[in-house]
């Protein structure tokens, strides 16, 4: 996507042989700063994940598949396998809950599986290469499909503008480019569809104020930041026409992890009629799993941040306050589960199906 009229992926390399170097743009410093960070060891590259200087189901498994490349690249010579085994398990549990991270590891695993070091890396980096080049191409299929779900819309609404509310960030900035639930949105803005977002703010990390708003105002795409607990009074009141939310975890029956908040949406939106989308490329569904309640790890993240707010002074520098008493405890889950009963589809790369197995494997039957 376009920054500044300069086309971006959230993570890429520059330059060739030892001087090629794995590039990021550090999503902590927006939208108030637009910088770009290099990772050179795998630990750069875990703080970068645990962090949430990359963050966004997604970009997390692309982040993982270019870690896996700098860890072979920076393997000791005698050392290899444990060096690797032991890179892997570091990845791996930068954080739980998007299945893509997982994903990206075991696709890297594949590819390196019988390697020495040295035909290591140039496979490593093909497979990151692949894996960050498919998750943009499927997020611009996931907003083909999506499109025609807003075009049925807009096509009821007479030349109004289409309201559609979203959580979180499931844009470009949460992939390699795109994105899940913003794809079908910029698609729909792209061929002359009036849209208009209504923005959740998502606290505690509020990844819709600052990255949602920030990449809706790049694009040009009409939208305004609402405080989380407003999207109830809005769908009351016709204000939503439809829901779209991305995801980090989908199980084979159609149950979707998303960030906190998500499912308070999904029930207000089923009580008011108001059709709720989750969208998400392949590399989101965990097969292997049934019961999303049950079954997904939920991540809890640091008590601070539900404490701390940071955000631009008057005096134009970020800054970080203390938004409770100084003792109060709090807890931070940055996840909930949306059972498949309340969602009305599921929007893919390879199209949009119910939200249920046989809907899902309708998509996938390689699954079955
Ligand atoms: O904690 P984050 O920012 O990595 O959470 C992921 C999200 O941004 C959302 O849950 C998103 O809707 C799904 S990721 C495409």
Same mark, same amino acid.
């Given at each position: 996507m376009n920054v500044n009229g300069r086309h971006y992926r959230t993570i890429w390399t520059e330059g060739s042989g030892e001087e090629e170097t794995l590039l990021i743009i550090d999503q902590t410093a927006l939208p108030h700063e637009f910088r770009v960070v290099a990772l050179h060891s795998v630990d750069d590259v875990c703080r970068a994940v645990r962090e949430m200087l990359v963050r966004g189901a997604g970009l997390i498994g692309a982040t993982a598949a270019w870690g896996v490349w700098i860890a072979v690249r920076t393997a000791p010579e005698g050392d290899f396998a444990a060096f690797m085994a032991q890179s892997m398990e570091k990845l791996r549990a930068t954080r739980p809950t998007a299945s893509n991270l997982v994903w990206a590891l075991e696709r890297q695993k594949k590819a390196l599986a019988g390697l020495g070091r040295k035909e290591a890396v140039e496979a490593a980096h093909a497979e990151a290469q692949t894996i960050a080049d498919e998750d943009a191409e499927f997020c611009r299929r996931i907003g083909e499909h999506g499109l025609g779900i807003i075009r049925e819309l807009a096509a009821r609404k007479g030349g109004q503008p289409v309201n559609i509310l979203t959580h979180c960030n499931a844009g470009w900035l949460a992939f390699v480019d795109h994105g899940s639930a913003l794809s079908p949105v910029y698609a729909a803005f792209n061929a002359g569809i009036p849209v208009h977002v209504w923005v959740d703010e998502t606290r505690p990390r509020n990844q819709g104020a600052s990255l949602t708003a920030w990449e809706l105002g790049m694009h040009g795409v009409p939208h305004d930041l609402i405080a989380d607990n407003a999207g109830g009074h809005l769908m009351q009141h016709g204000m939503v026409d439809m829901v779209i939310t991305g995801a980090d975890r989908v199980t084979r029956r159609g149950d979707a992890a998303n960030k906190i908040g998500t499912y308070l949406k999904a029930l207000a939106a089923h009580d008011n009629n108001v059709p709720f989308y989750v969208a998400l490329p392949s590399?989101? #569904?965990? #097969?292997?799993?049934?019961?999303g309640v049950s079954g997904i790890p939920i991540e809890e993240r640091n008590a601070d941040e539900v404490r701390i707010m940071s955000g631009l002074s008057e005096k134009g520098q970020v800054e970080r306050v203390l938004i409770c008493p100084a003792d109060t405890p709090a807890r931070n889950w940055a996840f909930d589960v949306t059972p498949a009963r309340l969602i009305t589809g599921l929007v893919t790369e390879r199209g949009v199906c119910e939200a249920s197995e046989r809907g899902i494997l309708s998509l996938y039957p390689e699954q079955a």
């Open positions: 590399s989101t #569904f965990d #097969f292997s799993l049934y019961d």
